[in-house]
């Protein structure tokens, strides 16, 4: 359910995108000529994406399915206040799309409750699929950001109500204050998203490898320590505000060693490719278009991270390019690895092999197209989030909206491959993958009954053995 | 102005964009098609883009470096050419060198980029000051030093452009300041966040309500610089431009001189010193 709610939310979303594209492909303003509409469209675009299409189908989707499937549980526990979240999400993204703003998103403590008390007997913490480590980081993040973001969200809200004066000037407020407390959810929220796809793919890579993850340790604590470090670096989204020289050099610093666990997982999964016995079946070619996206996306990070470069990259159009390869399209790129990985388990039909991989290619060459230029376009000096843009800019938006067009095209292929994998898939086996596939959710039936692991299952002694 | 029509006409569309070149390219203002920097026209920007060309080349390896390893990996290890895969997954020496190795590229990267930070942050000995007030969506400007001349700053609409000037950028009073002085720059808001952000001297800072910001900047050429609010600021956030006028220090001088003597004969009907409605868009 979580993932049929997300494909709404995805339509809905990459509607926006596709509209604000259309905008901006040529100078002047064509479509939308009240600028409000299009910062509104902008916002909820983002907002959809993170919090109905991201969030619901790699936690509420893909994590309330495998988590107690992985670890030999029957379901997740709280199974009610589950329950009640996705009627909350629902409603919450029609209030979005009626009003364009809202506060949303699963609250997922029960996660971490799942993990620690229902895991199979033996297997241990360090025996736990990757891809449970990383619902467990993730849940971890969003315990301690949520809070922040629901209480800057209430400061908000009684500022414009209720006369209070947290971040009006005028008043004594500052809304530095508000920057701050937005950031400082928003830089974890980013790993939220992305940190359910690094386990996404260290599955993935591993199955198609027919290898275990290289590195498994390393690999898991990789994604905590990101976890952890992305709470102290929120100012790095603040370096043009005016903080003081010596707050913007710590930040620098903070940002900047991030990209070593970042780079550890990198080459752990080329590393686990190494040596393997590959087949690229589509979930594979989306775990490799995963990393793909996310070098780019992580180069350019390195290059942010600086203050003395930001006063030339910040609030361009480089950033835009920066954080949809590193973490929007790439966490795309999980999802449909995951789709495709485990629509079998799920449905108990198997998706045509062959319209995956058209699809993976024109996803691909699209989201490339649409996004790379946009890097030109930030050095070369173009603000986001305008509306309409000085007629320098014409031409490498105009390629970027047309790899919106491609893009926008192979989604709804996505959808038809859907449709067909429901109608006509091929039944799918228990286990369609063959001896790569390793983890517990492979050893039951496909589609999985509704009470799994009844009879808990003797874990000791197999998986990666630490 | 352009019709929905254009989306249907992609060469059409393109076509467009080369004839309205604009006299004033190369000088503050990208080019079509540019997919680099600006020329650079303070010290700031030259060591930005000095630092880049470095973090560029290390970000390039990199990409190269992990491409290369996929491209490898694709050939030699798909199930055909390697049908038993091998059961390694440990190789602590390996995963001690790609951790150590980033930190050294990271430190590398690190001892300049403090250099730039506090080279970049403020200048001790400024030879003059500008004030800078961001306003929901024009700029106003003050030169306390040259006698207080204070005007706004307001975009000039599409229909009313003369031939040369870059639509989206023009406005009716621009910025004057003389090349080869240190500027020391003071930036606030009178509603909400606004950024004052000149590419081309590798100069953005917000221009927060309640706070003052300091930065500056040493224009090393004569000539036109553009840039535009970087901070999403309402509505008309795309439509308050900035123009800077980098002109020799004899000719802002007079310039100076005149606007005085124009204030001072009441005859500042063109330099308004209080707030000017808000433009109508």
Known sequence: MYIVLSMVGAILGGGMSFLIRLELMDPGLQLLHDQQFYNVLVTAHGFLMVFFVVMPAMIGGFGNWFVPLMIGAPDMAFPRMNNISFWLLAAAILLMVIAAFTQGGPGTGWFITTIFNMRAPGLTMHRMPLFVWAILVTAFLLLLAIPVLAGALTMLLTDRNFGTAFFKVAQGGDPILWQHLFWFFGHPEVYIIIIPAFGIISQVVSTFSKKPVFGYLGMAYAMVSIGFIGFIVWAHHMYTVGLNVDTRAYFIAATMVIAVPTGIKIFSWLATMWGGSIEFKTPMLFAIGFIWLFVMGGVTGVALANSGLDLAFHDTYFVVAHFHYVMAIAAVFGMFAAFYYWIGKMCGRQYSEVLGQIHFWLFFVGVNVLFFPQHFLGMAGMPRRIADYPDVYHGWNYISSIGSYITTGATLFFFFIVWRTFTAGEKAAANPWGEGATTLEWSVASPAPFHTHEDLPDMTGTQPAE | ?281
């Open chain 2, 1 to 281: 102005m352009l019709k929905t029509m254009r989306f249907l006409a992609p060469a059409a569309a393109l076509g467009g964009v080369f004839t309205a070149r604009d006299a004033l390219a190369g000088q503050g203002l990208p080019k079509p098609w540019q997919m680099w920097f600006q020329e650079p026209a303070s010290p700031v920007m030259e060591r930005i883009m000095e630092f880049h060309d470095l973090v560029f080349a290390i970000e390039v390896a990199i990409v190269l470096l992990v491409l290369g390893i996929m491209a490898y990996i694709v050939v030699r290890f798909n199930h055909k050419a390697n049908p038993a895969p091998s059961k390694n997954t440990h190789n602590t020496l390996l995963e001690v060198i790609w951790t150590v190795i980033p930190i050294i590229i990271l430190v590398v990267i690190a001892v300049p980029s403090f250099k730039l930070l506090y080279f970049a942050d403020k200048i001790e000995k400024a030879d003059m000051t500008l004030k800078v007030i961001g306003n929901q969506w024009f700029w106003s400007y003050t030169y306390p030093d040259q006698g207080d001349i204070q005007f706004d700053s307001i975009i000039v609409a599409a229909e009313d452009l003369k031939p040369g000037q870059p639509r989206l950028l023009t406005v009716d009073n621009k910025v004057v300041l003389p090349v080869d002085t240190n500027i020391r720059l003071l930036f606030t808001s009178n509603d909400v966040i606004h950024n004052w952000a000149v590419p081309a001297f590798g100069l953005k800072l917000d221009a927060s309500p309640g706070r003052i910001n300091e930065s500056w900047v040493r224009i090393t050429s004569e000539g036109d610089y553009f840039g535009m609010c970087s901070e999403l600021c309402g509505v008309n956030h795309a439509f308050m431009p900035v123009h800077v006028q980098a002109v020799s220090k004899a000719k802002f001088a007079e310039w100076a001189a005149a606007q005085k003597k124009a204030a001072a004969g009441g005859r500042n009907d063109k330099f308004k010193v209080v707030q000017a409605e808000k433009p109508a868009r």
